[in-house]
């Protein structure tokens, strides 16, 4: 028989035998969307190679499930919210779970794309649900701790991700990434349905911010089109200026309705809290380096220099740092409070991105020591001083009924960044690489079909090969010169990050607060 909701089961907390199943099947369900996020970029050349895929393609196979998530996150917490919690966070497990099957069976990338676009869609209704369920499941002295467990299993599944994806790609299993959410969802939503008890918000708002919703897809699919595509049909081209312009005025039109609505997805009255603000801006120059390096990494170490499945063990040091380091850090904001953490973090992390600039074309994983391991070390201090802080800061600049939804606004906002930086970080990629590619063949003597054969594969970044018909000596003289045109782009690419971070420290500096006030004026 299914559990049932019981008012002890809100006010009290439920049982302690009931707590153990409800982290059983929370951190199950989270783990299939780390997982999944964390290995497939590892696993991305292999698939590229298997499939076909360009460049672009790579960049929606990944923005496809992340633009999805990212606009429509706030409207899953509030689905949850009115017509139960479990009851939708199973809804998103089981839309999650049959997208994966499709994902795994994919036979091109159209396929592929669709079914991560469906990934998001349930992983909008399921992302939210594992930390409201565990809220509502565990009364205040309790609740810590299991949160607090839950984020510690999140951890680890985070580094095994890329670990397990790089070894599976190897071994030319790269769909089993897909497959292995089945089972982690059958058991997490048979003890959710045997053991898990329903719980809502009674005080909910039965209207839900649907044209909001509809905003912000539209905004950010429309600037996420317009810069995924135009190294390929050009600035011009009258689908790229559709987009873009049509992306920012939805977005504009996405504020304006927020700011009359009276039950909107994103209260922008919470905005007039200065800390709030910073937080949320330095989050989006902060996530979205982080996002565009992680995606371009792994093709670096794979298709260039040579790492195969050790690939994904080359961020584990910024993982580690993390895990280790964050409980540490959460106690900074106590002490200091959150702006000198908030500005010395991003400003450590804009080094570890420098560091990534550093290496050229290496031996491949005999020279990580000396390469890349710096960069990782000093990328995962700086994450590790913000990100505790960070979310400390959020919580604490709102009042305490208000707290959900910031959280949920920030969540939303690193989410979004990803999506932009994908797009943004892909175009400037793909015209530095035909770029670089041209400059470091020019010196070849190559005749001007090869040459046109060769520019023609710059879609495929790292993935180009040399055309045939060669020598076997110009032949190499070409697949080197890929290699250190893929070294000049992602060169270039960690100089943006840095920058970046570097402003997102500026604006902690000159917005976040010393000390955290909450208003009531601005939370109501």
């Not at 700011?259 to 709030?276: E, I, K, Q």
């Not at 949320?280 to 260039?304: D, R, S, W």
């Amino acid at each position: 028989m299914q559990a049932s909701e019981t008012p002890a089961a809100r006010s009290e907390g439920v049982p302690t035998q009931t707590g153990y199943w409800v982290l059983f099947a929370t951190i199950l369900a989270s783990s299939m969307a780390f997982i999944d996020g964390s290995a497939l970029n590892v696993a991305l050349p292999a698939l590229q190679a298997d499939l076909q895929a360009r460049g672009t393609d790579l960049l929606w196979i990944v923005n496809a499930y992340a633009l999805i998530l990212a606009a429509l996150l706030l409207v899953g917490g509030a689905l949850g919210d009115r017509f139960g919690r479990k009851r939708v966070f199973m809804t998103g497990i089981a839309l999650f779970a049959s997208a994966s099957l499709v994902c795994g069976l994919a036979p091109s990338t159209g396929v592929l794309i669709g079914a991560r676009a469906v990934q998001g869609i349930g992983g909008a209704l399921m992302v939210p649900g594992s930390l409201a369920i565990i809220s509502a499941s565990f009364d205040s002295t309790r609740r810590g701790r299991a949160i607090g467990t839950w984020s510690s299993f999140s951890t680890i599944t985070t580094v095994i991700g890329p670990a397990l994806g790089g070894f599976l790609a190897s071994i030319g299993l790269w769909r089993a990434i897909f497959f292995i959410n089945l089972p982690l969802a059958l058991a997490a939503l048979v003890v959710l349905y045997f053991k898990v008890p329903e719980s809502r918000d009674e005080s909910a708002s039965a209207r839900l911010d649907y044209a909001g919703a509809l905003l912000a897809t539209i905004g950010l699919a429309g600037i996420t089109y317009g810069f995924t595509e135009v190294s390929e049909q050009g600035l011009r081209a009258p689908l790229v200026l559709l987009g873009l312009i049509g992306g920012v005025l939805a977005l504009i039109a996405f504020v304006v309705v927020e700011a009359r609505s009276d039950h909107p997805m994103v209260p922008l009255r919470l905005f007039r809290s200065r800390t709030f603000s910073g937080t949320n801006l330095m989050t989006l120059f902060l996530y979205a380096p982080l996002y565009g390096m992680l995606f371009f990494l792994p093709l670096n170490l794979i298709q260039v220099q040579g790492y195969g499945a050790l690939a994904g063990f080359a961020a584990l040091p910024s993982s580690l740092m993390l895990a280790l380091l964050s409980r540490w850090a959460g106690g900074l904001v106590d002490r200091f409070g959150p702006r000198l953490p908030l500005t010395i973090g991003p400003l450590i992390a804009g080094i570890g991105f420098l560091l990534y600039a550093r290496p050229g074309l290496t031996n491949g994983p005999s020279d990580y020591w000396t390469s890349y391991f710096p960069a990782s070390l000093v990328l995962g201090l700086g994450m590790a001083i913000t990100v505790a802080p960070l979310t400390t800061a959020v919580m604490g600049s709102v009042s305490a009924q208000r707290a959900g939804i910031a959280s949920g606004i920030n969540n939303a906002v690193s989410r979004a960044a990803g999506v932009l930086a994908l797009a943004v970080f892909g175009a400037i990629a793909l015209a530095a690489f035909g770029a670089a590619l041209g400059g470091r063949t020019s010196p070849l003597d190559l005749p001007s079909a090869a040459r046109a054969a060769i520019q023609a594969q710059a879609a495929n970044l790292g993935n180009a090969h040399s055309p045939a018909g060669l020598t076997a000596e110009v032949s190499s003289a070409v697949e080197q010169a890929i290699k250190l045109a893929f070294v000049d782009m992602f060169r270039l690419l960690a100089a943006i990050a840095a920058g970046m971070a570097w402003l997102s420290a500026l604006l902690a500096a000159l917005t976040v607060e010393s000390r955290m006030r909450v208003s009531d004026q601005q939370n109501r």
